[in-house]
């Protein structure tokens, strides 16, 4: 057998190169918004009414510590504080609702996560995506200026 009897055109490695590109591209996303391995997900810890990692009544910090117009983030606890006007406190799940990553950081007026570039507003909507639904509320009790998670 011979290769000249079977000759390969342009356009036949151009295809098949093309259909190895979009199989490795497949095989490497992830469908919809499951957490990545080891991580639990946002709806998984709704179901307890505190975040995996937390426990009702335990002591977070005191609103004086929460910037007005900022946050915090707790990653022991998996959850975020924020404080979008004086006295007004918000908690939200720290778990990224796209991917299921903890949220890094609260700067410039929104909560981002560092593992896709999603960001969120002050009242956990979703400023940027790449995630389509916000943070998940958490109750939290604000008591003599401390915040606690309820």
Do not use: W
Not at 31 to 37: I, L, R, V, W
């Amino acid at each position: 057998m011979d290769l000249e009897q079977f000759p390969v055109s342009r356009r036949s490695v151009l295809l098949g190169a093309g259909v190895a590109a979009v199989a490795a591209t497949a095989a490497c996303s992830t469908y919809g918004d499951e957490p990545a391995s080891g991580q639990t997900s946002a709806a998984q810890d709704a179901g307890s009414g505190t975040p995996a990692g937390a426990s009702a009544g335990q002591p977070l910090a005191a609103v004086a510590d929460i910037p007005v117009g900022g946050g915090q983030v707790f990653p022991d606890q998996k959850v975020v504080v924020t404080q979008p006007v004086a006295g007004e406190v918000l908690a939200f799940s720290a778990i990224c609702t796209h991917q299921g990553c903890t949220v890094a950081a609260v700067q410039d007026g929104t909560i981002n996560c560092p593992c896709h570039g999603s960001r969120f507003n002050l009242d956990g909507t979703v400023a940027n995506g790449p995630a389509a639904r916000p943070l998940e509320s958490r109750a939290v009790t604000v008591d003599n200026g401390e915040i606690t998670l309820a």
